[in-house]
């Protein structure tokens, strides 16, 4: 045992040792606040560590992330939200912590830092603009920086580096290219594809556009649009509009298998960057959390409101989709919108937001929702929870709700009682229907069950929307994956 805290049992303990292995840094996380508190210990001697070593109070206010990028001769260098929403990189002695010594070595800018290393004697920061991705080079004292090509607009899934290797390994995909590795070599400035899948997919039919559009009280909120080439903007295509909105978290383009199956069936795809996710620093994620999480909601009512204004799609050929929180937005969005969409899918989704926290991990999502325990937060629970604004006589439109026995993060209950209650209520002939399935988890199902759900909702929401056969001359997508 190095570290516990009995007196925060619902608090998460992650540690992590220094690349030369002489410190050990333990951070607390309150649930799934994005604070932290942080400490430290010097182990000595890497080959015979200290494993007794009393650990050092560096920042315990609880009043910002504080995430270690690396030590290099007694220097901490820090990756902290500390009056720099967007976070910045700092430098400071571990003998001298305190952030009035504090020496910024890349400064709060346009982008969100997501990640920094050092990299063969340099820093490599992964940041994100609008969500895309940025990779930028820095000298250890934040100087001279200079940006690595990436691919397109997209996304870079991981950074590997170390300080003692000239090597910086980074993984990149985007909507219409599945994952790829490169290693760019420091010194030399130069990059080479490590791996690159073999996928029977011609993209040169299809491109992906962002663009801004004015949520409900004005807030500009990005959104991708992937779609053929010079598509017709009659109101006749089918669209799939997939959402999330929470918990600091940014929708980056990435690959999915069935996407070129939809857009060979002359499908749309569309995903906004709801507030309440991290998108542009943590105030994007504070303007859809707790009090104002009815601006997810809202957000995501006013992307599907401008693909229609605009003839990407109608009403009755618009199918929503999210998963776990996002399945909390896509209930919501149905009992708020009923009439707005063709189609719905909600996976896993937390849907009784009264009693969300009674409930297996329920309680770490506390900051990001409030509890009903608190007078005030029951308020905006209650006007949202979509279990509890279901009304009979609504007429509802085609939705699949899916969840697993085993899922012990967002418990079957939510699903349960929510399709009960919307069968009961539904006042028209579209179908409400339940999936379940067992010997998977929340975020993990064996290829061949997650095979069968992918296809059952992706079947489900296209003839919902009114797809029977693939438009004439389109030809067939063969996603096929080769090792």
């Known amino acids: 045992m190095v570290y516990r805290r009995p007196d925060l049992p619902r608090w998460i303990i992650e540690g992590q040792v220094s690349e030369n292995g002489r410190y050990l840094f333990v951070s607390l996380i309150n649930g799934t606040s994005q604070n932290n508190e942080l400490y430290y210990a010097d182990l000595g001697n890497p080959d015979r560590p200290n494993a007794a070593a009393e650990l050092e109070p560096l920042y315990t206010g609880n009043d910002a992330a504080y995430i270690v990028v690396g030590v290099k001769g007694g220097t901490l260098y820090l990756q902290t939200t500390l009056h720099a929403s967007r976070s910045r990189i700092v430098a400071t002695p571990l003998a001298d912590p305190a952030p009035a010594h504090w020496r910024t070595v890349v400064p709060e800018g346009k982008g969100v830092i997501q990640t920094a290393g050092l990299a063969g004697g340099r820093m490599i920061v992964q940041s994100e603009i ?69 996928v029977k997919f011609d993209v040169s039919p299809y491109e992906t556009r962002q663009v801004f559009y004015a949520s409900k009280d004005g807030t500009r909120v990005p959104m991708f649009i992937v779609a053929r080439r010079g598509v017709k903007l009659d109101g006749r295509n089918p669209t799939i509009l997939y959402g999330y909105g929470g918990f600091d978290i940014t929708l980056m383009p990435g690959f999915m298998p069935v996407l070129p199956v939809w857009l060979e069936l002359g499908g749309i795809y569309a995903v906004p960057n709801l507030r309440g996710g991290g998108t542009f620093g943590e105030k994007w994620h504070d303007a859809g959390m707790l009090a104002h999480k009815q601006n997810v909601f809202d957000d995501f009512a006013w992307a599907a409101k401008y693909l229609i204004a605009h003839g990407y799609t109608s009403s009755k050929h618009l199918g929503i989709q999210g998963y776990s929180n996002g399945g909390l937005l896509t209930g919501a969005s149905i009992t708020e919108h009923p009439e707005l969409f063709g189609a719905a899918y909600i996976g896993h989704g937390v849907l009784d937001m009264l009693r969300y926290q009674d409930f297996s991990g329920g309680a770490l999502w506390a900051p990001e929702y409030g509890t009903s325990s608190s007078p005030r937060a029951f308020e905006w629970l209650y006007a949202y929870s979509p279990l509890n604004n279901i009304h009979r006589g609504t007429c509802y439109p085609p939705t699949l709700i899916t969840t697993s026995w085993d899922d012990d993060r967002v418990v079957p209950m939510h699903e349960f009682k929510f399709t009960a209650a919307m069968q009961r209520a539904q006042a028209c002939a579209n179908p409400i229907l339940l999936r379940t399935t067992g010997a998977t988890s929340h975020t993990y199902m064996p290829t061949d069950k997650q095979i069968a759900q992918t296809a059952d909702v992706w079947a489900f929401e296209a003839y919902s929307l009114g797809v029977r056969k693939p438009p004439a001359g389109a030809a067939r997508a063969v996603a096929a994956h080769k090792p």
């Not at 200079?146 to 995909?173: C, E, H, K, M, W």
């Open 130 to 198: 609008a969500a895309t991705s940025r990779l930028t080079l820095y000298s250890i004292r934040g100087q001279a920086p200079s940006q690595l090509a990436l691919p397109s607009l997209g996304t870079v899934t991981s950074v590997s580096s170390r300080d003692d290797s000239n090597s910086i390994y980074y993984g990149f995909t985007s909507f219409l290219y599945p994952g790829r590795i490169y290693r760019y070599a420091v010194r030399q400035a130069s990059t080479q594809t490590v791996f690159a899948p073999k």
